[in-house]
């Protein structure tokens, strides 16, 4: 039997994003930044993302604080927020790490009392968010579940969308595959999850948000869902 060993799931939705989609707000780049620094101590070896300029942005401000980057490369936490660019784990671009649907439910899957107000909400997502999605989530799992290959343990981190930290986290609890619905996610919140060989996947972290200000967080959240 081949040798395997732990990964170390680091999930986290981007910070909070400019109304027009170009990239984060003030308050997006600090909550990237102030996670960086959280997780400059774990042995994180790579940094996915998503193809949005959100997505990307953060897992830059992330990487910089992680001592990773391109050399050459500006940092773009600027001043005091702006880290280094060293050797370390380079964000690299995935579709995977994307914003989209990974599974839409038939009504019969749904609980009687919620089916409406769930079905009207996915309603609001594009047919492309929805067509595209099943595949890409497959590809997501395929990519980031699981024990590694080879007998040293893997931390990565996935900077991604609320969609796909549900759809994962629903994945690891084994839970109906609508369950990905519910399970949302503030703005530079970390989740964890671990893939130990011969055990049972762990989430160790859902949504966490203490290495924020309270200022900064419950953004990009529902506000009758915060507590």
Known sequence: MAESATRYLYLTRHGEAAPDGSGLTADGRRQAVL?????????????????????AQSARLIAEQLGGGRPGDEPLGGGQLG??????????????????????????????????YLLDFLAQST???????????RRA????????????????????????????????????AWRWLGLNSCNAALTVIRYTPGRPSYVLLHNDMRHLPDELCWTGFPSEARC
């Not at 989209?100 to 089916?115: G, I, M």
């Not at 047919?127 to 989530?137: C, D, S």
């Not at 796909?164 to 986290?169: F, M």
């Open 35 to 55: 996670l960086g620094r959280r997780l400059a101590d774990r042995p994180i070896t790579a940094v996915h993302h998503g193809p949005l300029p959100r997505a």
């Open 83 to 116: 880290g280094g660019w060293q050797a370390g784990a380079v964000p690299t671009v995935c579709e995977e790490a994307g914003d989209y649907v990974p599974y839409v439910p038939e009504r019969h899957e749904l609980p009687a009392d919620s089916a409406d």
């Open 127 to 137: 047919a492309e968010e929805r067509a595209r999605g099943p595949e890409l989530a």
């Open 141 to 176: 799992v395929q990519r980031f579940t699981g024990p590694v290959a080879g007998g040293e343990d893997r931390h990565e981190l996935v900077v991604t969308h609320a969609f796909l930290i549900g759809w994962l986290v629903r994945h690891a609890l084994s839970a109906p």
